[in-house]
């Protein structure tokens, strides 16, 4: 049986920010989100959008070199956040949904959808530390995180309308798309993975010419 979504979360988000304290303990910009409230969860809305695509090289969770547009998305379903590994608050509920809607996919992950989660703050957020970051996530094949140089990074943030000056003030959305079809929608908030499985649905039925099963 599914488990009851909140209770997951919850035990997933805990699990994150004890992994947070490990990497580097305590952050600043953690006590600046508390100041603002950014804990709080917040109303999901969502909308078409039309997004850039840019082709630089990133580099994976592995040390492996990536071009974003030809190699991670392609002509993929595609779901994308963004995070940083010292995030105290948002990046792991941002986390736990991913790690939810992982486990919905079932066997299509990778298969039919990626998961991708780019850092903000790839000045700290080297491979090894995304890797031990998505192995907290048990981060199946099919899960991508992405760092790379600044410029690169914020080059991608930028095109896909998930910039923020200030790393520790990114949005807290998704973005879910069709690489082949140029079909993007971003949520605003914390979506759930129902939500985001629901787009995903939407997507790969229209390739199939047909009304998503409910």
Same mark, same amino acid.
């Given at each position: 049986?599914?488990?009851?979504?909140?209770?997951?979360?919850? *035990?997933?988000?805990?699990?994150?920010?004890?992994?947070?304290?490990? %990497?580097?303990?305590?952050?600043?910009?953690?006590?600046?989100? =508390?100041?603002?409230?950014?804990?709080?969860?917040?109303?999901? &809305?969502?909308?078409?959008?039309?997004?850039?695509?840019?082709?630089?090289?990133? %580099?994976?969770? @592995?040390?492996?070199?990536? $071009?974003?547009? $030809?190699?991670?998305?392609?002509?993929?379903?595609?779901?994308?956040?963004?995070?940083?590994?010292?995030?105290?608050?948002?990046?792991?509920?941002?986390?736990?949904?991913?790690?939810?809607?992982?486990?919905?996919?079932?066997?299509?992950?990778?298969?039919?959808?990626?998961?991708?989660?780019?850092?903000?703050?790839?000045?700290? @957020?080297?491979?090894? $530390? %995304?890797?031990?970051?998505?192995?907290?996530?048990? *981060?199946?094949?099919?899960?991508?995180?992405?760092?790379? =140089?600044?410029?690169?990074? @914020?080059?991608?943030?930028?095109?896909?309308?998930?910039?923020?000056?200030?790393?520790?003030?990114?949005?807290?959305?998704?973005?879910?798309?069709?690489?082949?079809?140029?079909?993007?929608?971003?949520?605003?908030?914390?979506? &759930?993975?129902?939500?985001?499985?629901?787009?995903?649905? =939407?997507?790969?039925?229209?390739?199939?010419?047909? *009304?998503? *099963?409910?």
């Amino acid at each position: 049986m599914r488990r009851e979504w909140g209770t997951a979360l919850s *035990a997933r988000a805990l699990a994150a920010l004890a992994l947070a304290a490990a %990497l580097a303990g305590p952050p600043p910009f953690a006590r600046a989100e =508390e100041a603002k409230g950014s804990g709080t969860p917040k109303e999901v &809305s969502s909308g078409s959008v039309t997004v850039r695509l840019h082709d630089v090289p990133l %580099l994976d969770q @592995d040390g492996r070199k990536v $071009r974003f547009q $030809r190699d991670v998305i392609g002509d993929r379903i595609v779901v994308i956040d963004t995070f940083f590994t010292t995030c105290g608050l948002i990046c792991p509920i941002l986390g736990g949904i991913f790690a939810d809607l992982q486990e919905q996919l079932g066997d299509r992950l990778e298969r039919e959808v990626r998961l991708i989660s780019i850092t903000v703050d790839p000045l700290t @957020d080297i491979p090894p $530390r %995304l890797k031990k970051y998505a192995e907290q996530w048990d *981060a199946r094949p099919g899960w991508h995180f992405l760092t790379g =140089e600044k410029k690169a990074v @914020d080059r991608v943030l930028e095109g896909i309308g998930m910039y923020s000056p200030d790393f520790a003030d990114h949005p807290s959305a998704f973005l879910v798309g069709d690489g082949r079809e140029g079909k993007w929608t971003r949520f605003y908030g914390f979506a &759930s993975p129902e939500q985001l499985k629901s787009r995903v649905e =939407e997507l790969l039925a229209g390739r199939r010419g047909k *009304a998503p *099963a409910r």
